[in-house]
């Protein structure tokens, strides 16, 4: 079964502060996908990233970037010189292939809360 | 170009009553997902629909009910509301299976 970890419930950082959110995933899948999303306090997801099994490629975006290890199945976010806008829950999210049926269900950890003080 | 948007954005029902709730996905979008999430907690999968045909099931009882209509919109509905079903419902949409763009959700508080 399919499982995410998202270790760290609530982190606070000073703002220009970098930080990373940790994600830990279980599949029993070779091919997967990974997801991050942010969650203001508005409720809507926002999608940021996919990531499929097969690119092990670490991605920047701008502020944002996101280090894939199959080794330690782990997809971990950071965020560089941290804003107020970055306050938010953030989700990891995994749906294997699967799935059955056509199905790509997302599962997601628990969230981690980020809290940016200016 | 709109995003997945969703109705009503807030509702409160007593227990044992029934619920809707609508979804329209992205504008050519063929796929819709449903979501429950529970205040504190991940959102978890309940439904995903292609095409009009039901593609995923979650773990939840069969008050759970969803369809899809030909225009691809969606309606989630819930019988018989128990305490525990007080949650944010999200829709999400997707062009492909695997990348969903959620709308804003629906809160619903049951009393």
């Known amino acids: 079964a399919q499982k995410v970890t998202q270790a760290q419930t609530e982190i606070s950082v000073v703002e220009k502060e970098d930080v990373t959110l940790d994600c830990v995933y279980e599949t029993r899948d070779t091919t997967y996908y990974l997801f991050w999303y942010k969650q203001p306090p508005s409720g809507e997801l926002v999608f940021l990233i996919r990531r499929n099994s097969f690119d092990e490629q670490n991605e920047i975006s701008g502020r944002y970037s996101w280090n894939f290890q199959k080794s330690t199945s782990s997809f971990n976010f950071t965020i560089t010189a941290s804003q107020v806008v970055d306050s938010a829950v953030y989700f990891c999210a995994l749906s294997e292939a699967s799935s059955g049926a056509g199905s790509y269900q997302l599962t997601f950890g628990k969230g981690t809360k980020l809290s940016v003080i200016p | 170009d709109a995003g997945v948007t969703q109705s009503p954005t807030h509702l409160i029902k007593t227990r044992g009553q029934q619920v809707t709730l609508r979804c329209s996905p992205i504008?050519?979008?063929?796929?819709v997902s449903w979501y429950q999430q529970v205040l504190g907690q991940g959102p978890q999968f309940i439904f995903q629909y292609y095409e009009k045909e039901e593609r995923g099931r979650g773990n939840f009882p069969d008050r759970f009910s969803a369809r899809q209509f030909p225009n691809y919109s969606s309606e989630l509905n819930v019988n018989a509301l128990l305490l525990g079903d007080s949650a944010l419902y999200l829709c999400a949409s997707s062009l492909r299976y695997n990348e969903q763009f959620f709308g804003p959700g629906t809160r619903l508080t049951v009393l």
């Open positions: 504008s050519g979008h063929k796929s």
